[in-house]
């Protein structure tokens, strides 16, 4: 395996990437939106308390005088 390749394991599949040698943050960023897409389309639920997690009810700012929500 080249140097500048690596091997992950998600869920039991297994995920050889290889990287350029020089940093390209176009494709960089296409790729994290390609990964997001995927994991939301697969209908994967965000486990209790994680930083994805929406509060269980909706919450508003009821003092009018305070600039965040409660």
């Known amino acids: 395996m080249p140097r500048n390749a690596t091997t992950l394991k ?4 297994e995920i050889s990437a290889t ?3 020089i940093r390209n943050t ?3 960023g296409h790729l ?3 990964l997001l897409s995927s994991y939301i389309a697969g209908g994967h639920k965000p486990q ?3 930083i994805l ?7 508003y700012n009821k003092d009018g005088d ?5």
């Open 66 to 70: 305070r600039h965040h929500v409660p």
């Open 53 to 59: 997690a929406a509060p269980p009810v909706q919450r």
């Open 19 to 21: 990287f350029a040698e």
């Open 10 to 13: 998600v869920d039991g599949y």
């Open 48 to 50: 209790t308390g994680g």
């Open 26 to 28: 176009a494709i960089s």
């Open 32 to 34: 994290k939106q390609i």
